[in-house]
């Protein structure tokens, strides 16, 4: 596979955090083809950022499953554990413009202020979870220090009144191109949803949103190909290239592969698993089928 700057770049990006389903396959074989129709590149990188669930089995698993689906990608694979130095350089970026500020609050903490504050049943980012009640924003650089001095943990959030200014500049409107979740076309992003999205975890210099959006732009990704449940993080992403000054891709979240009962696939869910399907005795051209194609 030659690495001409023309051909369009593709890539598909699981989690090596469980085992791999009936809807990662159908999201491998939609990117593969996608790149494949249009004489692109197909990458394969693993997202192991959160250390704790990551684990090799899995990993390897992620490998297997995908060679059994008959998929070839380009090595080396980028895994995102090795790249913690490109992650703090963009935070470091954000940082060096003042968007960032640390957070020491536990979940817990945040949320009995949302409770407190009576925001919990109206105030939600778009995943459904209670919006960053701005505990640590405008903090006093006493109150971080001494926490700071203390050794407590904390996670890096992105001011996003603060970053969304910070774009004013450009008129602040942004959008990006997205060809197959409706409405489809030019979308106006609205990353502001999100609240004080959390840019570097309390364990490792990046968050999926940080970690994501780098890559693609070090890996010269022009499509991104992926479910229809990261739709709305798109918003954030799109921001984070804006602040990081990135190239962006064209975007394409394609339908999630449901249960019976109409419910997203779960990893932990042993009957959708590639490899328990494998053991019993269904082919690759039978998934292949039965997923379309
Ligand atoms: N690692 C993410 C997942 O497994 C996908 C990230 C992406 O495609 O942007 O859900």
Known sequence: MTKDPARPVFRFAPSPNGELHLGHA????????????????????????????????????????LAWLGLAWEEPVRRQSEHFADYRAALARLEGRGLVYPCFASRSQIAAACTAAGVADCACDPDGAPLYPGLWRGASRDAIEEKMAEGAPYALRLDMAKALAAMSDRGGKISFVEKIHQPCGEIAADPARWGDVVIARKDVPASYHLAVTADDALQGVTHVTRGADLFEATHVHRLLQELLELPVPVYAHHRLILDEGGRKLSKSARDTSLRSLREDGVSAAEIRRRLGF
């Open 26 to 65: 159908f999201s491998a074989l939609t990117t593969a083809r996608a790149a494949r129709d249009c004489g692109g590149r197909f990458l394969l990188r693993i997202e192991d950022i959160d250390l704790v669930r990551s684990r090799p089995r899995f990993e390897q698993a992620i490998y297997d499953d």
